[in-house]
């Protein structure tokens, strides 16, 4: 049977899968159809606000996903099992690579629609999944030991 930081560790791949989607989904409407911005059909420009939108979608997934890369971390500490150390690399590697990808496309945005801290997001979600990677290699290292102790005890 799969154990809680199995499922917690599976809930923060979902969210930063979810993260990186709307991160990239959300830059590609700031660079607009023709690369101009968002704009309606008859050329005028569309009203966005960069700050909020970016302010909502890092604290609906890309926040909670490294909170629970955390928890999940810390509630599987204490076992041996090797799922949720994978996953967590999983979850850092989709972070190291989606906002690698964010980056790209951040410098196709036209500049108006570049606000402060917009450029900040993709760099700190970088060092995030660097993190959380960490995390999970830890994990996995700690579990081939715990494991190999184990089984030292029942022979």
Do not use: C, H
Request: aromatic letters at 10%; a positive charge; hydrophobic letters at 55%.
């Amino acid at each position: 049977m799969t154990k809680f930081e199995t499922w917690v560790a599976l809930g923060s791949l979902a969210l930063g899968i979810m993260f990186v989607i709307l991160i990239l989904s959300f830059f590609n409407f700031l660079i607009g159809p023709e690369g101009k911005g968002p704009s309606l059909r008859n050329g005028l420009s569309e009203a966005v606000d960069p700050f909020g939108a970016t302010v909502q979608i890092v604290s609906i997934s890309g926040a909670p996903s490294l909170v629970l890369a955390g928890v999940a971390f810390a509630t599987s500490t204490s076992s041996a099992e090797r799922k949720p150390a994978f996953i967590l690399i999983a979850t850092g590697i989709i972070f190291v690579g989606g906002m690698s990808a964010a980056r790209i496309v951040f410098s196709k945005i036209n500049s108006s629609f570049v606000i402060a801290g917009l450029d900040l997001v993709p760099v700190l979600f970088i060092l995030g999944g660097i993190g959380v990677a960490a995390l999970g290699g830890y994990l996995l290292v700690r579990s081939k030991r715990a494991r190999r102790n184990l089984e030292d005890k029942i022979l």
